[in-house]
């Protein structure tokens, strides 16, 4: 279920770029990943993904925002005059990854992945 919807993305292609969600129910930050994919030839959606955002193990209430920001940084948090709270994470990339135009962010919920290391 999808208790984030993304808001925007702001100041794309610049030191402060970075993805709002809006929180619409009580949920686990850590249940989501973020990507970025860009456009084939076709002008459609490709499967060519460049970057992804783990989220923190974070609980976040109805109402409250997240904002990534592309750059690196010491994630925190602000309360609202709304009393909601704003957590405010960082990618930690040392490049822009929106551009103006041909990229599209993906916000998948998840139950849990599993890995194994390459030898």
């Known amino acids: 279920m999808m208790n984030l919807e993304i808001r925007n993305v702001a100041d794309n292609a610049t ?10 129910a009580d949920c686990n930050l850590n249940d989501y990943l973020l990507f970025d994919s860009t456009y084939d030839e076709e002008g459609e959606i490709s499967n060519k993904h460049r970057h ?3 989220f923190p193990d974070q609980q976040v209430k109805k109402g ?14 602000h309360k609202n ?5 704003t957590y405010n994470l960082y990618w ?3 490049c822009h ?4 135009d041909g990229d ?6 998840y ?5 194994k290391n390459v030898k």
Do not use: A, C
């Open 97 to 100: 990854i929106w551009n103006n």
């Open 15 to 24: 030191d402060e770029e970075r993805v709002v969600l809006y929180v619409l």
């Open 81 to 85: 005059n709304s009393n909601t709270t």
């Open 104 to 109: 599209t962010v993906h916000l998948i919920h």
């Open 92 to 94: 930690g990339l040392n």
């Open 64 to 77: 409250d925002y997240i904002r990534i920001y592309t750059k690196e940084g010491n994630n925190h948090t």
């Open 111 to 115: 139950d849990g992945y599993i890995y």
């Open 52 to 54: 992804l955002f783990v």
